[in-house]
């Protein structure tokens, strides 16, 4: 058991230099963090977090990028959404092949869950990392953002026309909608959003960070409904 009453020593940061001459716009971590996937100019690239050595790099000739994420067996894909001109895409990259194996016109967002890929934007959708078995899980959604994935759940963000849309918790594999989490705030900016999935999967926590407080929520997905909420008034408290 740990005793948090000593103090602990801490080991001085480690310091990666990326030489790049333009700016990063979107970067994620392999999920044992020996890998740094980054997109800047219009190319994405994978470094040894430990050499800082370049592994992979391959131009998708995008103007903005937007997010990256390690996807698929092995950790052996890429998935990054961007801007090519004024069309929103998502490419899922090959890193083995040095290929991009899909490319998804009009999704604005992406997230990544096991073997699929979800979608955000005017719809959300999902389908397998092969391009197969897609799914609509949300329509006219306003552009609604993929804000985390768990095992068969994904967490979106869906934007009400007055600024106070709910955050919908989503099974992948039937479309269901298990749990609608709104801040209690009413039409509060939604500023920040952790996820996390508890035990046997079922229960979810969100903290909500607003312009009026910070709120967390615990939701059981089984039953569909926030159980219990906390409100901080402090907004620039730490969540």
Do not use: H, Y
């Not at 044992?32 to 131009?59: C, H, M, Y």
């Not at 103007?63 to 090519?84: D, I, M, W, Y």
């Not at 960070?209 to 159980?227: C, I």
Request: charged share 25%.
């Amino acid at each position: 058991m740990n005793d948090f009453t000593k103090p602990r020593v801490l080991a001085p940061p480690r310091v990666l230099l990326v030489p790049s001459a333009s700016a990063i716009q979107a970067l994620a971590f392999s999920s044992d963090g020996t890998r740094l996937a980054l997109a800047r100019g219009s190319s994405v690239a994978v470094l040894d977090v430990e050499t800082g050595i370049q592994l992979f790099e391959l131009d998708l000739g995008f103007t903005q990028a937007r997010r990256v994420l390690f996807a698929g067996p092995g950790e052996a894909r890429l998935a990054v959404s961007g801007q090519k001109g004024t069309e929103a895409v998502v490419w899922l990259v090959d890193l083995r092949e040095a290929q991009v194996a899909l490319t998804l016109p009009g999704a604005e967002d992406v997230g990544v869950a096991g073997d699929f890929l979800v979608l955000g934007g005017k719809k959300v959708r999902r389908l397998r990392l092969d391009g197969t078995d897609e799914k609509e899980l949300l329509r006219d959604s306003l552009g609604a953002s993929v804000l985390g994935t768990g095992e068969g759940v994904a967490l979106v963000l869906k934007p009400g026309k007055a600024g106070d849309g709910p955050v919908l918790a989503v099974n992948l594999e039937t479309g269901e909608r298990v749990s609608e989490l709104r801040a209690p705030s009413g039409r509060a900016e939604l500023l920040e959003l952790i996820q996390s999935l508890k035990g046997n999967r079922q229960a979810i926590i969100v903290t909500m960070r607003t312009k009026t407080g910070s709120n967390t929520v615990l939701s059981n997905l089984a039953e569909g409904g926030p159980k219990r909420q906390r409100q901080q008034g402090n907004p620039n408290a730490p969540v």
